[in-house]
Each structure stands twice: as structure tokens, then as C-alpha cells.
């Protein structure tokens, strides 16, 4: 015989309970976050393969390609947002580039507290002999997965990117 409810008299739907969303024990092994970091390590590890041939760190990497890819000059604040890196790695990293030869740095005309930084032929064609060989070690990295998972990869990371950006607390 199935249960009604008291009030209606109509059949009860019972209830599986929920799997649990939220575990109540942490497995290191199947924690996202641990799992994530894990897989940046070791894309890291993997490209930078190619930009350590040259003498660049991983900071200085990520300057010289933004400022590579967009050809133009930014102000090191715009670096930062583009880059999610913190201002002082930013401001060494640009000073690296600019011992070495491969970015100039001045004063922003709009506001002269600011530098503008950007790329000289020399920078250029280190990001332009770089590319490349980053673009084959993503090749490699993705090897093993269709276009479509691929495509599915990044638009999951910029989900969980977005979701991790507006659960900070400011």
C-alpha cells in the first residue's frame, strides 16, 4: 500500500536520498583544486621547455606573449589584468625584458604615473621565434583529444575560472 499525505490524501512520492554534493572527507587525489594545480605544473613544466632554451622565466614568458600578441604597447596595470599576475611580478619581469634588450618601457602620455611597455624588434622577433615552439608543445599537450573536447576543455576553464574569480571574497 503506498503512503498518502495527511492534509490531501494524495500519494506520497518517496525520496531517494541525494548523493552527496559536498564530501564530507577530503581525498587529495579527487579534490578539483589539487587536481587543477597538478595539471598547471605540469603544462608549466611542458612549455616552458621552449622559453628556457632562451633564458626566460615563466613571468617573463607570459609578458613578452601578451605584449607580443597584441603588438602594442600596454600600460604594466593592463599587463596585470590581462595576465591575472601581481604588479610587482609584472614590473620585474618587465625590467628583465628591458636588460635584455627586448621591451621599452616610458611614461603613458594620458597619465604620467604609469609606464607604457612594449615590445623592440629584438623582442619581437624572440616572441616571434618562441611561438612555435609553444605552439608545438600545446600540440602535444592535446595530442590525445578531438577538437571537440578541446573546444568543450575551454570553455569548462573559463567556467571554473569565472566561478573561481566571483567566489573571492574582496
Same mark, same amino acid.
Given at each position: 500500500?503506498?503512503?498518502?499525505?495527511?492534509?490531501?490524501?494524495?500519494?506520497?512520492?518517496?525520496?531517494?536520498?541525494?548523493?552527496?554534493?559536498?564530501?564530507?572527507?577530503?581525498?587529495?587525489?579527487?579534490?578539483?583544486?589539487?587536481?587543477?594545480?597538478?595539471?598547471?605544473?605540469?603544462?608549466?613544466?611542458? @612549455?616552458?621547455?621552449?622559453?628556457?632554451?632562451? =633564458?626566460? $622565466?615563466?613571468? !617573463?614568458?607570459? /609578458?613578452?606573449?601578451? *605584449?607580443?600578441?597584441?603588438?602594442?604597447?600596454?600600460?604594466?596595470?593592463?599587463?596585470?589584468?590581462?595576465?591575472?599576475?601581481?604588479?610587482?611580478?609584472v614590473s620585474r619581469a618587465a625590467q628583465a625584458l628591458e636588460a635584455r634588450g627586448w621591451?621599452?618601457?616610458?611614461?603613458?602620455?594620458?597619465?604620467?604615473?604609469? @609606464?607604457?611597455?612594449?615590445?623592440?624588434?629584438? =623582442?619581437? $622577433?624572440?616572441? !616571434?621565434?618562441? /611561438?612555435?615552439?609553444? *605552439?608545438?608543445?600545446?600540440?602535444?599537450?592535446?595530442?590525445?583529444?578531438?577538437?571537440?573536447?578541446?573546444?568543450?576543455?575551454?570553455?569548462?576553464?573559463?567556467?571554473?575560472?569565472?566561478?573561481?574569480?566571483?567566489?573571492?571574497?574582496?
Open positions: 500500500m503506498q503512503e498518502r499525505c495527511s492534509a490531501c490524501r494524495a500519494p506520497r512520492i518517496l525520496r531517494r536520498p541525494l548523493p552527496r554534493l559536498r564530501p564530507t572527507r577530503l581525498t587529495l587525489h579527487d579534490f578539483l583544486p589539487y587536481r587543477l594545480s597538478l595539471a598547471a605544473n605540469a603544462v608549466s613544466a611542458l @612549455l616552458a621547455e621552449a622559453y628556457e632554451g632562451v =633564458g626566460l $622565466r615563466p613571468q !617573463e614568458w607570459r /609578458v613578452l606573449a601578451i *605584449l607580443g600578441e597584441g603588438g602594442e604597447a600596454l600600460t604594466q596595470q593592463e599587463v596585470v589584468g590581462r595576465t591575472k599576475m601581481d604588479k610587482v611580478s621591451l621599452r618601457r616610458s611614461p603613458d602620455r594620458e597619465d604620467g604615473r604609469s @609606464l607604457r611597455i612594449r615590445l623592440t624588434a629584438a =623582442g619581437k $622577433r624572440g616572441y !616571434e621565434s618562441l /611561438v612555435p615552439l609553444v *605552439l608545438e608543445r600545446e600540440e602535444r599537450l592535446v595530442a590525445g583529444l578531438s577538437p571537440r573536447e578541446i573546444s568543450e576543455l575551454r570553455g569548462l576553464l573559463a567556467r571554473l575560472e569565472a566561478a573561481a574569480e566571483g567566489s573571492r571574497s574582496r
